[in-house]
């Protein structure tokens, strides 16, 4: 009986009787198709006609087969959406991007604790503060080395001691170390506390702390507002604070999955403070802060990889600040207060004349100009009357 022949290349019929070790001229290779031509892997010659490459005649000698080849594994199709399956039974699962609401669903509390970022200072930066720092040094000995005039008056608030020479240095200095306070006719220190309606009652109190005299009018920190932009890639989130000549020692940076803090000081007296409640959520981990002379860097590691929209969330409402009283204090700029009260309650002794010319001149003797809010009471129709 003849068989057919399933070695590749033969498709001869043969008899098994007749079957002999070189009876069977055959491929042993596979077949190749790159750059439009076709041949065997096991033989040189390539033709670009299929036809002449079905006829290529065999290279190899052996026996007869009837056996078919076995055909690669293909993955079998299932009609779930999960995936694939296939022989070996391993089973493969491809997940999309999570959804908006299942992200708003599953997004952790703004109030989680906070954590501070590791901070990586540039050299270039490093160089530049210790230059800074001995020009500071140096300035503050020259301060420290010049001759106080006699009869200049001490700067700390409530102290009203002249200098009359070295032994003055060696007195106490009793003064208020907290800042005066205008609110609802009442005149008092924060300090203390002890209110008064008599503006030269207010005037008298004496301090309440006991230190050095201070001669040199006092350099205070600002807080400011900071140009800041942000970009992204696949994996982070770059926040980026274009604050000059930052100083890490009195900076820091912290966060937790939904909000970053930047508490950053920079060209010595300057301070940016701001709370960014993040659109999305933050690896807090693996995030960190990079300190360069023109900015600095806070790259936020993705917890999930999807594009950020925004780098703040939009449904975020801060809660109002509450109401608090009006302090005039040399170490912030004044608050602008609300005054859209009624005439009928201001007492014809809460804002006087006189009482303007007394605030101006302390504020004068402590070395500040007089806040733009008191200044402008100056314009009241109830001081228009008076005049």
């Given at each position: 009986m003849a068989l057919m022949c399933y070695n590749k290349g033969c498709g001869e019929r043969f008899d098994v009787d007749k079957n002999s070790d070189d009876a069977c001229l055959f491929h042993s290779g596979v077949p190749i198709f790159h750059d439009a031509?076709?041949?065997?892997?096991?033989?040189?010659?390539?033709?670009?006609?299929?036809?002449?490459?079905?006829?290529i005649k065999g290279c190899t000698r052996g026996r007869h087969s009837n056996e078919k080849p076995q055909e690669p594994l293909k993955p079998e199709v299932s009609s779930e959406k999960e995936g694939q399956k296939q022989h070996n039974g391993t089973e493969i699962i491809y997940q999309g991007p999570k959804s908006a609401e299942t992200l708003q669903k599953e997004r952790p509390s703004s109030d989680e604790p906070k954590t501070k970022l590791e901070v990586k200072v540039s050299p270039s930066l490093s160089q530049l503060l210790e230059k800074m720092e001995?020009?500071?040094?140096?300035?503050?000995?020259?301060?420290?080395?010049?001759?106080?005039?006699?009869?200049?008056?001490c700067k700390n608030p409530g102290c009203k001691t002249m200098y009359k020479g070295l032994e003055t240095n060696i007195e106490e200095c009793t003064h208020h170390p907290g800042a005066p306070v205008f609110h609802e006719g009442y005149k008092y220190w924060s300090c203390c506390c002890i209110k008064t309606i008599d503006f030269n009652e207010?005037?008298?109190?004496?301090?309440?702390?006991?230190?050095?005299?201070?001669?040199?009018?006092?350099?205070?920190?600002?807080?400011?507002?900071?140009?800041?932009?942000?970009?992204?890639?696949?994996?982070?989130?770059?926040?980026?604070?274009?604050?000059?000549?930052?100083?890490?020692?009195?900076?820091?940076?912290?966060?937790?999955r939904t909000v970053l803090t930047c508490h950053i000081q920079f060209e010595n007296d300057k301070i940016f403070h701001r709370d960014f409640h993040l659109w999305g959520v933050a690896e807090v981990g693996r995030s960190y802060v990079t300190m360069l002379p023109s900015k600095v860097e806070v790259a936020l590691c993705k917890a999930d990889a999807v594009s950020w929209g925004k780098l703040e969330d939009p449904n975020f409402k801060p809660e109002p600040e509450p109401v608090e009283d009006v302090i005039v204090t040399p170490e912030s700029e004044p608050v602008r207060p609300d005054w859209d009260i009624d005439d009928d309650d201001i007492s014809d002794d809460d804002w006087g004349e006189t009482e303007m010319e007394e605030a101006k001149r302390m504020m004068q003797e402590m070395g500040e100009e007089l806040p733009p809010e008191l200044e402008e009471l100056k314009d009241t129709p109830e001081l228009k009357k008076k005049k």
């Amino acid at each position: 009986m003849a068989l057919m022949c399933y070695n590749k290349g033969c498709g001869e019929r043969f008899d098994v009787d007749k079957n002999s070790d070189d009876a069977c001229l055959f491929h042993s290779g596979v077949p190749i198709f790159h750059d439009a031509l076709k041949g065997w892997s096991c033989c040189r010659k390539r033709t670009t006609d299929f036809s002449e490459f079905l006829s290529i005649k065999g290279c190899t000698r052996g026996r007869h087969s009837n056996e078919k080849p076995q055909e690669p594994l293909k993955p079998e199709v299932s009609s779930e959406k999960e995936g694939q399956k296939q022989h070996n039974g391993t089973e493969i699962i491809y997940q999309g991007p999570k959804s908006a609401e299942t992200l708003q669903k599953e997004r952790p509390s703004s109030d989680e604790p906070k954590t501070k970022l590791e901070v990586k200072v540039s050299p270039s930066l490093s160089q530049l503060l210790e230059k800074m720092e001995i020009t500071q040094k140096e300035e503050a000995k020259k301060q420290e080395s010049q001759t106080v005039m006699y009869g200049t008056k001490c700067k700390n608030p409530g102290c009203k001691t002249m200098y009359k020479g070295l032994e003055t240095n060696i007195e106490e200095c009793t003064h208020h170390p907290g800042a005066p306070v205008f609110h609802e006719g009442y005149k008092y220190w924060s300090c203390c506390c002890i209110k008064t309606i008599d503006f030269n009652e207010f005037l008298d109190q004496k301090g309440c702390t006991t230190g050095r005299h201070r001669w040199i009018p006092r350099q205070d920190k600002k807080k400011v507002s900071c140009r800041h932009d942000w970009h992204q890639t696949g994996a982070q989130v770059v926040v980026t604070i274009y604050a000059k000549n930052s100083h890490p020692e009195h900076s820091y940076v912290e966060a937790n999955r939904t909000v970053l803090t930047c508490h950053i000081q920079f060209e010595n007296d300057k301070i940016f403070h701001r709370d960014f409640h993040l659109w999305g959520v933050a690896e807090v981990g693996r995030s960190y802060v990079t300190m360069l002379p023109s900015k600095v860097e806070v790259a936020l590691c993705k917890a999930d990889a999807v594009s950020w929209g925004k780098l703040e969330d939009p449904n975020f409402k801060p809660e109002p600040e509450p109401v608090e009283d009006v302090i005039v204090t040399p170490e912030s700029e004044p608050v602008r207060p609300d005054w859209d009260i009624d005439d009928d309650d201001i007492s014809d002794d809460d804002w006087g004349e006189t009482e303007m010319e007394e605030a101006k001149r302390m504020m004068q003797e402590m070395g500040e100009e007089l806040p733009p809010e008191l200044e402008e009471l100056k314009d009241t129709p109830e001081l228009k009357k008076k005049k």
